[in-house]
């Protein structure tokens, strides 16, 4: 039976009717549908585009498909329908059309340097390897590598790029020649510069931003996705890393301190920003709303460009078509105006993927 919805449909800012037919949306209207909303403001379903599924709370991989499901299940009860998993060390492609499971747009394995990064997480490869590393884990995925472009080095004690700028170039170069898009891991200033004039297509976190660089991301249409919620546990790494290296733990610190201006900067520049957690490992699964709001309230965001960066804009970054003619059947609903009070979207009343009421 098709379903009926009716209430202000955003970004359009009017009461629509509309119909699922299947996994479809049609605004012509279908005799003897179900009527599930009658009021209420409806947005596309909300988007996680940097989550981890194939990663347990704590940092370990998961060992099973049903581990994975029960992450998803937490970020669709909180209203996400679409996720972007930005790299997983167990491969799940059975969950990309399960009818219970957000949309999944998913990469491969983190392609990592040697002994540089989470432990049993990413592949790791010396340079040689990098391009063919890439091309790999771009099959495993289904339209995205994610690189590793820097983590601690221990021997200078300090954040480093994964590889020099020539290999990190390939390697954006690789994922493209093999028909996907490279997200980049990065929280230094020397990495996200080489990345983002190599042309990588998103980055991650991106606390080193340099004004120079925000303006040719916006030139670029390179993507950010802050995790504005990851970039708070930076005081804990900090904490954590003080006794051995002091140098690494006060450069983590004033990256911290100093990325609100960065998000805020990048927004005004115009540069793509979309919603993203971090979930998996040390964020729990289920807190878009938290991070939407601190794009808010800490980077300056208005209401209706952080409902675009986690709802319609996002979905069609990812190529997950929103409330349109045709379009796919995922939506969320809540009881009052989320540009009015962005806290609302805490709570969606209704919930319907693809074509399906959940909640």
Same mark, same amino acid.
């Given at each position: 039976?098709?379903?009926?919805?009716?209430?202000?449909? $955003?970004?359009?800012?009017?009461?629509?009717?509309?119909?699922?037919?299947?996994?479809?949306?049609?605004? %012509?209207?279908?005799?003897?549908?179900? %009527?599930v909303v009658d009021g209420g403001f409806v947005l596309p379903g909300l988007v996680d585009a940097h989550c981890h599924i194939g990663?347990?709370?704590? #940092?370990?991989?998961? +060992?099973?498909?049903?581990?994975?499901?029960?992450?998803?299940?937490?970020?669709?009860?909180?209203?996400?329908?679409?996720?972007?998993?930005?790299?997983?060390?167990?491969?799940?492609?059975?969950?990309?059309?399960?009818?219970?499971?957000?949309?999944?747009?998913?990469? #491969?394995?983190?392609?990592?340097?040697?002994?540089?990064?989470?432990?049993?997480?990413?592949?790791?490869?010396? &340079?040689?390897?990098? !391009?063919?590393?890439? &091309? &790999?884990?771009?099959? !495993?995925?289904?339209?995205?590598?994610? $690189?590793?472009?820097?983590?601690?080095?221990?021997?200078?004690?300090?954040?480093?790029?994964?590889?020099?700028?020539? +290999? $990190?170039? !390939?390697?954006?170069? !690789?994922?493209?020649?093999?028909?996907?898009?490279?997200?980049? =891991?990065?929280?230094?200033?020397?990495?996200?510069?080489?990345?983002?004039?190599?042309?990588?297509?998103?980055?991650?976190?991106?606390?080193?931003?340099?004004?120079?660089?925000?303006?040719?991301?916006?030139?670029?249409?390179?993507?950010?996705?802050?995790?504005?919620?990851?970039?708070?546990?930076?005081?804990?790494?900090?904490?954590? &890393?003080?006794?051995?290296?002091?140098?690494?733990?006060? =450069?983590?610190?004033?990256?911290?301190?100093?990325?609100?201006?960065?998000?805020?900067?990048?927004?005004?520049?115009?540069?793509?920003?979309?919603?993203? %957690?971090?979930?998996?490992?040390?964020?729990?699964?289920?807190?878009?709303?938290?991070?939407?709001?601190?794009? =808010?309230?800490?980077?300056?965001?208005?209401?209706?460009?952080?409902?675009?960066?986690?709802?319609?804009?996002?979905?069609?970054?990812?190529?997950?078509?929103?409330?349109?003619?045709? #379009?796919?059947?995922?939506?969320?609903?809540?009881?009052?105006?989320?540009?009015?009070?962005?806290?609302?979207?805490?709570?969606?009343?209704?919930?319907? $993927?693809?074509?399906?009421?959940?909640?």
């Amino acid at each position: 039976m098709a379903l009926h919805v009716r209430g202000v449909l $955003l970004p359009d800012d009017e009461v629509r009717d509309l119909w699922l037919v299947g996994d479809r949306v049609t605004f %012509t209207p279908v005799p003897d549908s179900e %009527t599930v909303v009658d009021g209420g403001f409806v947005l596309p379903g909300l988007v996680d585009a940097h989550c981890h599924i194939g990663i347990a709370r704590g #940092g370990a991989p998961i +060992t099973s498909l049903d581990q994975a499901r029960a992450l998803a299940h937490v970020d669709r009860d909180a209203g996400v329908l679409a996720i972007r998993d930005a790299g997983s060390p167990y491969p799940y492609p059975e969950l990309d059309d399960e009818p219970d499971l957000p949309r999944l747009a998913r990469a #491969g394995q983190h392609v990592a340097p040697p002994k540089r990064y989470l432990r049993d997480i990413g592949v790791e490869v010396d &340079a040689t390897d990098v !391009a063919a590393a890439v &091309a &790999a884990q771009a099959r !495993a995925g289904n339209g995205w590598v994610k $690189l590793v472009g820097d983590w601690i080095d221990r021997g200078v004690g300090d954040l480093a790029p994964a590889w020099d700028a020539d +290999t $990190l170039t !390939a390697a954006v170069r !690789a994922a493209h020649d093999a028909g996907v898009r490279a997200a980049v =891991h990065t929280f230094s200033e020397s990495a996200v510069e080489i990345m983002v004039r190599a042309g990588v297509d998103s980055v991650e976190h991106g606390t080193g931003l340099s004004l120079d660089l925000i303006d040719e991301m916006a030139r670029q249409g390179t993507a950010l996705v802050p995790t504005m919620i990851n970039i708070a546990t930076f005081g804990g790494i900090a904490e954590q &890393a003080r006794g051995k290296f002091p140098g690494y733990a006060d =450069h983590m610190l004033a990256l911290r301190d100093g990325f609100p201006e960065v998000v805020r900067a990048a927004h005004e520049a115009g540069v793509p920003i979309y919603v993203g %957690t971090d979930a998996g490992g040390g964020i729990d699964h289920g807190l878009a709303a938290e991070e939407m709001l601190l794009l =808010h309230e800490q980077a300056g965001m208005a209401p209706i460009d952080v409902l675009a960066a986690a709802s319609w804009g996002a979905r069609a970054w990812l190529g997950f078509p929103g409330l349109v003619e045709g #379009g796919l059947a995922d939506l969320t609903v809540y009881p009052e105006d989320p540009r009015s009070d962005l806290r609302v979207v805490r709570a969606p009343s209704r919930t319907i $993927l693809r074509g399906r009421v959940i909640r």
